[in-house]
């Protein structure tokens, strides 16, 4: 009986670390299908975004434009555990953190000098091809816009 019970703890866990490795939806590259996305006036637009592995985190690199049409490139590395971790390159802010959801939906904030510019949710869709981003964040006058991008994976 005790032989029984401990391969199947041992059973048990071993597919549960299968399970746990398996990789996120979220990971890829992720490129904007503008025609599909709403943004209001002025508002960047990120038209690659990069999810990788980075040894235990998660490096998030970000490349677009911003409202004006000058190039923008921003990269975050850090884990999907609700804690703000140092954004480089981003003119709008400098620290960021990700929430993890569900398996296909992750909330993120933006912080500039501590206080939050951008919150927004991503859901990647059931087949796992397509990404929604919705966002309200501060524009240059200070005033909360809303934006969805939608996103196809590459």
């Not at 985190?57 to 990269?75: F, I, L, N, Q, Y």
């Not at 802010?93 to 296909?104: A, E, K, L």
């Not at 309200?136 to 809303?146: F, L």
Request: net charge positive; aromatic share 8%; with cysteine.
């Amino acid at each position: 009986m005790k032989v029984k019970i401990i391969l199947l703890t041992l059973v048990m866990f071993f597919l549960s670390a299968v399970v746990c490795s398996a990789d996120s939806p979220h990971m890829g590259t992720w490129k904007l299908n503008e025609a599909k996305s709403k943004f209001a006036a002025g508002a960047t637009k990120n038209h690659t975004v990069v999810y990788q592995a980075a040894g235990a985190d998660t490096k998030v690199t970000v490349d677009g434009t911003d409202g004006s049409g000058a190039a923008v490139h921003s990269e975050w590395t850090g884990k999907f555990n609700g804690r703000y971790y140092a954004v480089t390159g981003s003119p709008t802010s400098d620290m960021r953190s990700y929430t993890r959801v569900n398996s296909r939906t992750l909330s993120f904030r933006e912080k500039k000098g501590g206080k939050v510019v951008l919150t927004g949710t991503i859901t990647v869709s059931r087949n796992g091809k397509h990404r929604t981003v919705t966002t309200t964040a501060k524009d240059s006058k200070g005033k909360w816009a809303h934006n969805t991008a939608m996103y196809d994976k590459q």
